[in-house]
Each structure stands twice: as structure tokens, then as C-alpha cells.
């Protein structure tokens, strides 16, 4: 049984998101290898700790954890899982940064590491369209790259192994501690011949389109991970990702609600009246509909599998077309008489049934 994430990080289900990364900086601390080298037990709290704040620091996660505990991330979306050092400290190693060093391994002391270039962030707009139908969109990211001509060989100070050995004396006896190279904060690399432009590391800023495949079915706020598609890292250290921030255009008929849309559709009175087929756009194509004479303002219909489609594969949203009557603002003279004439009749006179719900009915069924 997997322990749950809130008594992982010892808080509550209505930890605020500063709170939550309170809590997991402190367990981070707590549990960070360099304060408990060699410990196993330590490192697999640490370990779940990172797992529990991916999830709970992320809205859309957490709303999914939320709902379905640990079966959210069993079915293979890439959520959550298990987390290797690197990507603990890569994601999350701003927050505790300031108290452990790495900035250019991006690493942790007692260990040797490949050097990792950082992430890089993006967004990027899309319309319902391109989200229906799944898009390939080449961005323009002014990458960290290795500057032409760059040189690395052995960092002198630690001899290529990332580490230095100290000895202190202390009341105990002597102590031997490793720690990371500062010169080479722990790749064991150093740089040898840099380029004229590059900075310190040997690093230049370069625009690179980068491909990015958007499966179909994306959402406002959802984060897709283009790997090794970041910053590139000094030697032979390895690239960070591109996560790619998703973001919607509003379109300008449709509003979606999950993998719903809704639609507004106006109709006149005679239409209403008298009954009508009519066609409606859809985000691909046209389909034709067939309103039954006598149709009600507020009636929606609702045309299933005609929304978008869900992102993990299964099913697909409806379209809600809400049916609108518009009353028409100005009448001539013969049209005037016209209604004049059947202001008192029968067939004019409002008679909901039961089946003609009241906006205020249908509101009532949606909390029940
Ligand atoms: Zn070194």
C-alpha cells in the first residue's frame, strides 16, 4: 500500500500551495543525501517526498490525486512514478538550492554526476482546432548550447572525480569528509579552450526550432516534456527538457468545458414555430440538426461525440447546442396587427410542460 502524498509531507488536505512547498523543503532538508550519506531508509524518503510534491504542486495532479488517489497515475500518463536523483534535483532543486550547492552539475556532493543542463520553459497557444485534432508545432528556443570549438578535459583540482577529500581534526579524531569540486562543482570536467562569446562554462545562446508533437485533447495549464530539448550542459554532461506550458485561444463560437463544447445557437421565432433543420459548424466540419416545431429558448441538445477528444484515448466529449429564440426587436405595421390579434390565443398562451425545464430546474437537477 502506497502511503498517501498529504501524510508524506505531513499536511493537510487543504495545505495552501506555499504550504505544501514548506513542507517539502523542510522533508527535502530532512532527508537530503548529503546529511544522510550511505542511509537507504533516507534516501527513499526523499525520494518519496519529491514524488509527493510533483503531484500536489501541480494543480491539474493534484486535482487528479484528489480524486482518485495513487490509481490517477497507474495508467501509464507519465505522472508521478518513480523519480531518479537527477530528476529530483533538476525539478525541484531551486527550492532547496540555497541550501545545498550545484549549480552547474546540477548534482549533489558524496557522488560523482553527470553535469545536466537546466530546463527551459514554454508556451505555447492553441486553438480548439489544433487541440481536436492533435498538432505538430516547430518552436523558435534560444537554447544554451556548447559554443563551436569549446574544449573540456580533466578537471586538475579533484583529478575527474567530482570530489574533493577534506581532513579536519576534531575532538573525535580526524575526520575525512568528501565533498563536490568547487572548481568543477562535481563533473569532474573542466574547461579547457573557451570561445570568444561563451561564457564561464564554455556556453552560448543559440535559437534552435525545436518539433513538438501535441497529442489531441491538451488543456489550459497542462505541462508536455519535449526531453533533452533544454539547456545542453557543459562536457558531457546532458541536456535538460522543454516543458511546454499548453494554452488556450478562446474561439470564437465554442466554449469548452472539459472535453465538452457548448454552442449558442439563435433561431427566430417563425423558426421555433414552425420547426427547422439547420446546419452547425463543428470543429471539423458540419453536421445538420432538427428542431421540432414548438421548440423552446433554453432547450439544449446535446450531440454526442461531437466534442473533443480525451486526452489518454477514451471517448470523446459531446457538442451542447443551446437553442436561443430571438424575439424579434422591431415589427411593421402588418406584423404588429398579426401579433395584436393572437396576444389572447390559445396556442400563444405559455403552458410549460414538465418536460419544458425552467432554467432554474435545470440548475437544481445539476446539484443533485
Ligand atoms: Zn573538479
Not at 514524488?51 to 495508467?75: I, M, N, R, T, W
Not at 567530482?162 to 579536519?168: A, C, D, R, Y
Not at 445557437?265 to 417563425?270: A, D, G, N, P, R
Not at 398579426?338 to 414538465?354: A, C, G, K, L, V
Amino acid at each position: 500500500m502506497k502511503k498517501d502524498y498529504y501524510e508524506v509531507l505531513g499536511i493537510s488536505k487543504n495545505a495552501s500551495s506555499s504550504e505544501i512547498k514548506k513542507a517539502y523543503r523542510k522533508k527535502a532538508i530532512q532527508y537530503h543525501p548529503d546529511k544522510n550519506p550511505g542511509d537507504k531508509e533516507a534516501e527513499a524518503q526523499f525520494k518519496l517526498a519529491a514524488e509527493a510534491y510533483e503531484v500536489l504542486s501541480d494543480p491539474q495532479k493534484k486535482s487528479q490525486y484528489d480524486q482518485f488517489g495513487h490509481a490517477a497515475f497507474e495508467g501509464g500518463q507519465g505522472f508521478g512514478g518513480s523519480m531518479n536523483m537527477e530528476d529530483i534535483f533538476s525539478q525541484f532543486g531551486d527550492i532547496f538550492g540555497s541550501a545545498f550547492g550545484g549549480s552547474f552539475s546540477g548534482g549533489f556532493g558524496g557522488r560523482t554526476s553527470r553535469s545536466r543542463g537546466s530546463d527551459m520553459r514554454i508556451r505555447v497557444k492553441l486553438s480548439l482546432e489544433e487541440i481536436s485534432n492533435g498538432v505538430e508545432k516547430k518552436i523558435k528556443v534560444p537554447r544554451k548550447v556548447q559554443a563551436p570549438g569549446v574544449n573540456y578535459g580533466t578537471c586538475s583540482a579533484c583529478n575527474g572525480s567530482g570530489q574533493v577529500m577534506k581532513i579536519t581534526n576534531t575532538i573525535l579524531g580526524r575526520m575525512q569528509t568528501s565533498s563536490t569540486c568547487d572548481v568543477c562543482s562535481g563533473s569532474g570536467k573542466s574547461i579547457i579552450n573557451k570561445p570568444l562569446g561563451s561564457d564561464q562554462h564554455g556556453m552560448i545562446k543559440k535559437e534552435e526550432t525545436v518539433s513538438i508533437k501535441i497529442p489531441s485533447g491538451v488543456e489550459e495549464g497542462m505541462q508536455l516534456k519535449v526531453e533533452g530539448k533544454g539547456n545542453e550542459a557543459p562536457a558531457d554532461g546532458i541536456s535538460g527538457d522543454l516543458l511546454v506550458l499548453i494554452e488556450e485561444i478562446d474561439h470564437p463560437i465554442f466554449v469548452r468545458e472539459n472535453n465538452h463544447l457548448h454552442f449558442d445557437l439563435y433561431i427566430s421565432f417563425s423558426e421555433a414555430a414552425l420547426g427547422i433543420s439547420k446546419e452547425v459548424n463543428l470543429l471539423n466540419g458540419k453536421v445538420r440538426i432538427k428542431l421540432e416545431s414548438g421548440i423552446q429558448s433554453g432547450k439544449t441538445l446535446r450531440l454526442r461525440g461531437k466534442g473533443l477528444p480525451s486526452l489518454n484515448g477514451y471517448g470523446t466529449g459531446d457538442l451542447l447546442v443551446h437553442v436561443n429564440v430571438w424575439t424579434p426587436k422591431t415589427l411593421n405595421k402588418e406584423q404588429k396587427v398579426f401579433f395584436e390579434n393572437m396576444i389572447d390565443d390559445d396556442n400563444f398562451r405559455p403552458d410549460p410542460q414538465s418536460s419544458d425545464k425552467s432554467f432554474f430546474q435545470k440548475v437544481k437537477d445539476m446539484f443533485n
